[in-house]
């Protein structure tokens, strides 16, 4: 048989660590108790990503590494009504409403994004232009931008499209390359 084995948490050292440390952390995973609406067990446990609570299939964080061991029933089922966050991020809001776009009727939104600053309307997504900025750009402008994006098409179309063009385009450089190779070559007569 194996022995136990347990991951320190990230503020302990291997030289600092105690007897009574050792043994909390061999205790893991901690029962804190049964859900009393459902009957099912809710335990305190150190994962990959931290520390968590898990009821069946659900989980929720916990803020820090030492609330697995002293984290309590009642707080564990205020934790489990809340609903689950999404990876710790929450939607940001806009940064501007631009009001409806005349072509759609539906609300122009500009918003912060991965790759900066954009305008949506809920469908179609356009980037800022360089040397305009959120606070300057008219709702006119916005609108014509979007209006720009809707006349190529639907995103899944153009995605295909491109791709039906580069594979297009890589046979056609195939063939001028065999055809060249093949007039470059002599032919060997007996």
Known sequence: MKPARASLFKSMTAEDVT????QQLLSLPRA???DPADGQE???QNGRYGPYLKKGSDSRSLADE????TVTLDEALVLFAQPKRGRGRTAAPP????GPDPATGTPIVAKDGRYGPYLTDGEYNVS?????SVETITPERAAELLAEKRALGPPKARKSAKKTAKRT???????ATKKATKKAVPKKTA
Do not use: H, N, S, Y
Not at 66 to 69: A, P
Not at 95 to 98: D, Q
């Open 169 to 175: 385009a890589k046979k056609t450089t195939a063939k």
């Open 42 to 44: 809710i335990t305190a």
């Open 19 to 22: 007897l009574e440390q050792a």
């Open 95 to 98: 940064l501007r409403e631009l």
């Open 128 to 132: 800022v232009p360089k040397g305009e």
């Open 66 to 69: 030492e609330q697995m061991f």
């Open 32 to 34: 804190v108790g049964v």
